[in-house]
């Protein structure tokens, strides 16, 4: 995943989940990273945590929910258009 684009982000906050995919001869494959932005005190740039706080925690949930539903949903057309490939051959 380092270096690869996300195909598809849900964030909520300062918390954010990254659908990563992955072709396949069997469909395609997702994973999903999630991590906190954050600023150290005096620094410029963002950085990011796996590490989360009690508050954090249904941020984490609701944004693993969309990326679990997008997949889904994501998989579902896969499907179909591969059935539908597979009758129109």
Same mark, same amino acid.
């Given at each position: 995943?380092?270096? /690869?684009?996300?195909?598809? /982000?849900?964030?909520? #906050?300062?918390?954010? @989940? !990254?659908?990563?995919?992955?072709? =396949?001869? &069997? #469909? =395609?494959?997702? &994973? *999903?990273?999630?991590?906190?932005?954050?600023? &150290?005190? #005096?620094? !410029?740039? +963002? !950085?990011?945590? =796996?590490?989360? &706080?009690?508050?954090?925690?249904?941020?984490? @949930?609701? *944004?693993?929910?969309? %990326? +679990?539903? +997008?997949?889904?949903?994501?998989? /579902?057309?896969?499907? @179909?258009? @591969?059935?539908? !490939?597979?009758?129109? %051959?």
């Amino acid at each position: 995943m380092p270096g /690869q684009k996300p195909k598809k /982000q849900f964030r909520m #906050g300062l918390v954010v @989940a !990254s659908v990563f995919d992955q072709p =396949t001869d &069997n #469909g =395609t494959i997702f &994973n *999903v990273g999630i991590h906190k932005l954050y600023k &150290n005190e #005096g620094d !410029s740039e +963002w !950085s990011r945590s =796996t590490s989360f &706080n009690r508050d954090d925690l249904p941020l984490v @949930a609701k *944004v693993a929910d969309l %990326a +679990w539903c +997008w997949i889904h949903e994501t998989q /579902q057309s896969e499907r @179909a258009e @591969a059935r539908k !490939s597979k009758s129109d %051959a």
